[in-house]
């Protein structure tokens, strides 16, 4: 039987990246999943937003060399990917949503980021057509944008092929097998595999795979509902991101939502549902257009003649604080969980890809060992990221 240095579950937003690093770096890489693609879960419903503003520094760390990777993929491998670099607006309507950002806005200035509070008509400028009534002023972080998560994720599939990462679709992970504390290998509806190093990048999954080897993640889907326009001029650059929660005792109340406009004029919009919708149900609801669309013409009237042209629904795979899951279990050598990648997996992927493999490889930096320690399974989940 072949033996792989390592296998990957789950051929998505985190698992396809990491097989591209891992294959990148000479590992005999093997990724199974059970669809019948790459991106066929979570990844596809991902709307493409990718930014490194974040307030935990494991994660800025991790998304800014995933920007360096989405902002350079064509000159390097030549696939358009529709990266833009269109930066990111958070707008602020109240006084605590402007004291917040300029809090934030010090801290990520620390990180190194390129992040500023803006004023009222420098996002103007930006957002054109916004709602001025109590309009406070924004954060900008014109190094931040956007990428088409399905093109980005073959464009990283036919390349770790190339480095000779193989994949297995339509096969299930059923069990995970150890001897003495140390993974041996996996079974699937299939086959059997052997390797001593196991990587859990199963999405909404996670879970299900982290009890083969006895442990309970704490990662629990949550759905999330999006949907896309018809293509109009070009309006705005930056992902818009209103933080106000609405209430909207008809369809249902909202914590905050954003939208962009797409390399092809199409703008992309997503909503947080107030309270969270646990589970894996992946059917649209015929609440979430009225909803969103409702916050979205009161913030910027001049969109209300614009068609929809379809809406989706996938899964959040959240963590109690809003952070990934990374590294090592204490007691199984060789399994490694690259989980909970909650509202942040596609920007996420190619930086975690990256860790995994020097991970693997005993390759770490002192600032990877930081990042793992950070974002450990044994963490304490009491400080919550913001936006996750
Ligand atoms: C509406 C919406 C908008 C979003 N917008 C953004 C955004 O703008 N930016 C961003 O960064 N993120 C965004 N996200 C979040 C992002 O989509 C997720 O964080 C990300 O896809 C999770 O990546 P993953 O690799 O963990 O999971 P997935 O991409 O879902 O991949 C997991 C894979 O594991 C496979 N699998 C599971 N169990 C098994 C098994 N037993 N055997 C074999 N295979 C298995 C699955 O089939 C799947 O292919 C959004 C999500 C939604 C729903």
Request: hydrophobic share 35%.
């Given at each position: ?45 991902a ?25 350079n ?10 990266w ?18 300029k ?5 990520q ?174 059917r ?58 909650c ?26 060992k ?9 963490r ?9």
């Amino acid at each position: 039987m072949v033996e792989y240095d390592v296998i990957i579950i789950g051929a998505g937003s985190i698992g396809v990246p990491t097989a591209l690093a891992t294959a990148s770096d000479g590992l005999k890489t093997l990724v199974i999943d059970t669809l019948p693609s790459v991106s066929q879960a979570d990844n596809k419903h991902a709307i493409g937003g990718i930014r490194a503003t974040h307030t935990q520094k494991g994660k800025i760390m991790l998304c800014q060399r995933s920007i360096e990777i989405f902002r350079n993929w064509e000159s390097q491998f030549g696939d358009d990917i529709w990266w833009k670099q269109g930066g990111y607006c958070f707008v602020a309507y109240t006084k605590e949503h402007e004291n917040t950002l300029k809090l934030n806005v010090q801290l990520q200035k620390s990180f190194g980021l390129d992040i500023d509070y803006v004023s009222k008509e420098e996002i103007k400028n930006l957002i054109p057509g916004i709602n001025e009534d109590n309009l406070l002023g924004g954060t900008y972080s014109p190094k931040d944008g956007n990428a088409s998560p399905l093109l980005s994720l073959h464009a990283f599939y036919r390349q770790s092929r190339e480095k000779g990462a193989e994949f297995k679709f339509n096969e299930t992970v059923t069990d995970i097998f150890s001897k003495n504390g140390t993974i041996i290998g996996l079974k699937t509806n299939k086959s059997k595999y052997n390797t001593t190093q196991i990587v859990n990048a199963a999405g909404g999954n996670a879970n299900t795979l982290g009890k083969m080897v006895n442990i309970n993640l704490p990662v629990i889907p949550e759905s999330h509902e999006a949907g896309i326009t018809e293509p109009v001029k070009k309006i705005f650059n930056p992902m818009v991101v209103d933080m106000r929660p609405a209430i909207d005792n008809t369809f249902g109340n909202s914590k905050n939502y954003y939208f962009y406009q797409n390399k092809e004029g199409k703008i992309i919009f997503c909503l947080t549902p107030d309270p969270s919708i646990i589970g894996k149900d992946r059917r649209e609801t015929s609440s979430f257009l009225p909803q969103i669309t409702k916050r979205m013409i009161s913030l910027m009237p001049r969109l209300k003649n614009i068609k929809i042209r379809r809406t989706w629904r996938g899964l959040y795979p959240m963590t109690p604080d809003g952070n990934p899951i990374l590294g090592i279990v204490e007691g199984i050598n060789g399994y490694v969980n690259a989980v909970g990648m909650c509202g942040q997996g596609f920007m996420l992927g190619p930086g975690i890809g990256e860790l995994i493999s020097r991970f693997i490889r005993n390759k770490l930096t002192p600032q990877d060992k930081d990042i793992l320690n950070e974002f450990s399974i044994t963490r304490d989940y009491n400080k919550e990221e913001e936006l996750k």
